[in-house]
């Protein structure tokens, strides 16, 4: 699995999303670093709760974010939960967002470093 390891957040990528500005990126990493842990709370009591719907609503809120962010890893994982969660197959869903939380607390710090 190692070969197949992708960088938790690739901040060229995140450069060409907002053109270069630095004011635009501190911004938006400061919004995405404030809604994050929402939406994973968000997703975590729809797997808890075994609610499908909420689950893809959460999930495909998250995955976007996690796009715009240039953060694969935590785009992957919160596509794969929106996808158990339309198909309403939700026993995998607990393993799946072990690695999305995993990559999230991942993730957040090397975000936080933007702004510092």
């Not at 709760?49 to 999930?59: I, N, Y």
């Not at 715009?68 to 969660?85: D, Q, T």
């Amino acid at each position: 699995m190692a070969g197949d390891a992708q960088a938790i957040f690739d901040l060229a990528a995140f450069d060409r999303q907002t053109g270069g500005d630095v004011s635009l990126r501190s911004e938006i990493v400061q919004m995405f670093l404030e809604d994050c842990p929402g939406r994973v709370a968000e997703i975590r009591a729809a797997i808890a709760d075994g609610d499908a719907t909420k689950l893809v609503a959460a999930a495909h809120a998250l995955k976007g974010s996690a796009a715009y962010m240039s953060a694969p890893v935590v785009r992957g994982h919160a596509g794969e939960l929106e996808r158990m969660g339309r198909d309403g197959q939700l026993g995998g869903a607990p393993a799946v967002f072990a690695a999305l939380d995993a990559a999230v607390a991942e993730l957040l710090p090397e975000l936080q470093k933007l702004i510092d």
